[in-house]
């Protein structure tokens, strides 16, 4: 039986990763349902879903190498800024744009609470589990390689972009985030690619970008 799975897993890494990480993301819905989770889904099932099929098909080395691309932190300075500013840019842009389209403008009250965005940053990149930087190994350092082989950056993306959005399925049906945003995850798909390739593969700053993201927007 054992060797039955492995063979499949071997023969079909990239559709089993992709089932891994919504069952492993997944299997919270039911607690929530029966309100005995806070969250339908945790973020870091597709990291597990990395490890799991890595191990499977590559063994340590396998393994080794994604732990390594999430601690190269060896690139430009650039890129950090990248990273970091990029999210805040789009959420200021996007706020300005609502409220010149008639949106409440911040209280002064939400305005004096900018401090609490530090602990908050730390927390989404340190804590696996909070928010959903920890998804970063699996989408960007398994998957998005994977994609990559034979495909151009940009079809890896949108094909990487819709199942990412589809992914969030569960949070879409409980409300805690907003239909349109699947249009808005498959462009941040490709901002993500482009981040990643000019960084040498380095999950940590697709990290930084996505705790810096769930930071600044939420």
Partial sequence: MMSSLLSVVRRHPLITFFVLAYALSWWPSILYALDLSPQPIVGFGPFLAALIVLAATNGKSGVVVLLRRMVRW?????????ALLVP????????????????????SAQLGSWPSLFPTF????LIPGIGGTWEEPGWRGYALPQLQMGRSALVASLILGVLWAFWHLPLMIVGEIHWSDI??????????TWLFNNTR??????MLMHAMNNTISG
Avoid: D, E, K
């Avoid at 060896?74 to 990248?82: D, M, Q, S, T």
């Fill in 74 to 82: 060896r690139v430009a300075p650039v890129w950090y800024a990248v």
């Fill in 88 to 107: 805040v840019a789009i959420t200021l842009a996007a706020t300005v744009l609502n409220i010149v389209l008639g949106a409440q403008a911040p209280s």
């Fill in 122 to 125: 730390f927390l989404l990149l």
């Fill in 183 to 192: 249009l808005f995850i498959i462009a941040w798909t490709v901002v993500f």
């Fill in 201 to 206: 593969g380095s999950v940590l700053l697709a």
